[in-house]
Every structure is written in structure tokens, then in C-alpha cells.
């Protein structure tokens, strides 16, 4: 893949995960009452619930930043594989464990999606920085 297409790629992906992200994220500040209502029990711990909202929220911004530049944040994308794998991991084990239901089944595949996507934007990114040095 050449250098210009790699990157227009990554920059495609990192962005439109950035935007879906905040999508999906920035209401989740507002949504803390229907989530008590429509899975409950009633969320307990509120710190817990907003800081997980802020950091994932922090996240879609980077993948935003990413996207401007691809090739200078290479080192950072490995910390992304973990953004996008360690949700889909707990989520499987507490189905296995019966404590989440199977709806939440569905993000956790969705986050697979697009770790594998990243994973593939960084290989093709790494080759072109190794072919250009």
C-alpha cells in the first residue's frame, strides 16, 4: 500500500471513530436516570458511572487528534488496541459469568470492529514508516 493511500485510510478510520464515538459517548452524561430505569439496578456508584463516560469521551477526542496526523502518533496506537479490546474482554466474561446481559453483547463486537480496524491501520502504517526510513 503506498504512503499517501495508508494514510488517507487511517485518517478516514481514526476519524469516523472519533465522530461515532462522540455519538455515542456525550449522551451517555445525560442518560444516567433512563439507564437506572432500563437496566437496573440503579447506578450506585455516580464518580464510577461519569468517570469511565469522561475517559471514554477523552479517547474519542485522541482518535480525532489521530486523525490529523496518523503517522506521528504510530507509538500511541498499541494504547488504542487496549481502548478498544479491555471493554469487549470484561463484557464477555461477565456474560460468561451472568452478571451483563446479552444487549451489551453487541457494543462489545462493535469495539472488536474497530480494534481490528486499528490493528490494520497500524500495520499498514508501520510498514510504510519502516519503507520510507
Known sequence: MSKERAVRAARWIFLIAGILG????????FMEGLIDRMQPPAITHPGFY?????????????????????????????ALFLEKLLYPIAIFALYAQGRAPAQNLGTAIVDLVWFALFVIVWANLRNVAREGT
Open 22 to 29: 462522540l455519538i455515542e459517548i456525550v449522551p451517555l452524561y
Open 50 to 78: 461519569y468517570g469511565f463516560v469522561g475517559v471514554a469521551l477523552a479517547w474519542q477526542v485522541a482518535f480525532l487528534i489521530i486523525a490529523r496526523d496518523p503517522l506521528r502518533y504510530l507509538p500511541l496506537m498499541p
